[in-house]
C-alpha cells in the first residue's frame, strides 16, 4: 500500500482504501518523475535548441550567438546574474570574448554610463554589434554602455578644464 492509503482515517471502507491506492499515480510515474527534471539538459536535438531558448527567456540572445548550445548551460545562470558585471563576462564568453567593465567616477555627470575593455578588439563590425547588443540586454536598467575599446586601441578622453 502507498503513503497516499496511509492518509485515510482508520476507520476508512475496503472501498475507499482500493479507490485511493488505484488513483495514486506515484507507483506508476514516480521513476518517470524525477527524469523530467534533467531531461531537457541532455541529449537535446537541434530542433529543439531554439524552443529551450525561447522558453528560458534567452530567445532575444539568438541573433549574438554563434553556438546556442552554450547558452542553454549557462543561460539559466546568465538570467539569474544579469544587471551585474558577471552577467557580461558570461555573454562575452558566448561570443569568444573576455572583457572588465570600468564605469565612471561618482562625482562625474555621466555617473551611470560605463565602458567596457575587450581583451582583443572585436574582429569586425557584426562583432562589435554583438558586444553591444549583449551589453545592453546584460547591463541594468539605469546604465548604459558609452565606449568600447579592446586591445591596444584605448584613447582616453582628455580633459582641459580639470586642471
Same mark, same amino acid.
Given at each position: 500500500?502507498?503513503?497516499?492509503?496511509?492518509?485515510?482515517?482508520?476507520?476508512?471502507?475496503?472501498?475507499?482504501?482500493?479507490? #485511493?491506492? &488505484? !488513483?495514486?499515480?506515484?507507483?506508476?510515474? *514516480? %521513476?518517470?518523475? =524525477?527524469?523530467?527534471? @534533467?531531461?531537457? /539538459?541532455?541529449?537535446?536535438?537541434?530542433?529543439?535548441?531554439?524552443?529551450?531558448?525561447?522558453?528560458?527567456?534567452?530567445?532575444?540572445?539568438?541573433?549574438?550567438?554563434?553556438?546556442?548550445?552554450?547558452?542553454?548551460?549557462?543561460?539559466?545562470?546568465?538570467?539569474?546574474?544579469?544587471?551585474?558585471?558577471?552577467?557580461? #563576462?558570461? &555573454? !562575452?564568453?558566448?561570443?569568444?570574448?573576455? *572583457? %572588465?567593465?570600468? =564605469?565612471?567616477?561618482? @562625482?562625474?555627470? /555621466?555617473?551611470?554610463?560605463?565602458?567596457?575593455?575587450?581583451?582583443?578588439?572585436?574582429?569586425?563590425?557584426?562583432?562589435?554589434?554583438?558586444?553591444?547588443?549583449?551589453?545592453?540586454?546584460?547591463?541594468?536598467?539605469?546604465?548604459?554602455?558609452?565606449?568600447?575599446?579592446?586591445?591596444?586601441?584605448?584613447?582616453?578622453?582628455?580633459?582641459?578644464?580639470?586642471?
Amino acid at each position: 500500500m502507498s503513503d497516499a492509503a496511509t492518509l485515510l482515517p482508520s476507520s476508512s471502507t475496503s472501498l475507499e482504501r482500493d479507490l #485511493s491506492q &488505484a !488513483l495514486d499515480p506515484l507507483p506508476r510515474v *514516480g %521513476a518517470a518523475a =524525477e527524469l523530467i527534471r @534533467s531531461a531537457k /539538459r541532455q541529449n537535446i536535438p537541434d530542433s529543439v535548441v531554439p524552443w529551450l531558448l525561447v522558453e528560458y527567456g534567452l530567445g532575444e540572445l539568438l541573433p549574438y550567438l554563434s553556438d546556442p548550445r552554450t547558452a542553454i548551460a549557462t543561460g539559466v545562470l546568465w538570467q539569474r546574474l544579469r544587471g551585474t558585471p558577471e552577467s557580461f #563576462s558570461i &555573454a !562575452l564568453g558566448w561570443i569568444d570574448n573576455n *572583457g %572588465a567593465i570600468e =564605469e565612471s567616477e561618482a @562625482s562625474t555627470i /555621466r555617473w551611470s554610463q560605463f565602458q567596457l575593455g575587450l581583451e582583443k578588439a572585436p574582429v569586425d563590425l557584426s562583432q562589435t554589434d554583438s558586444i553591444v547588443e549583449i551589453a545592453r540586454l546584460s547591463s541594468p536598467v539605469r546604465s548604459s554602455l558609452f565606449r568600447i575599446y579592446g586591445g591596444n586601441y584605448d584613447g582616453r578622453r582628455f580633459t582641459l578644464d580639470d586642471h
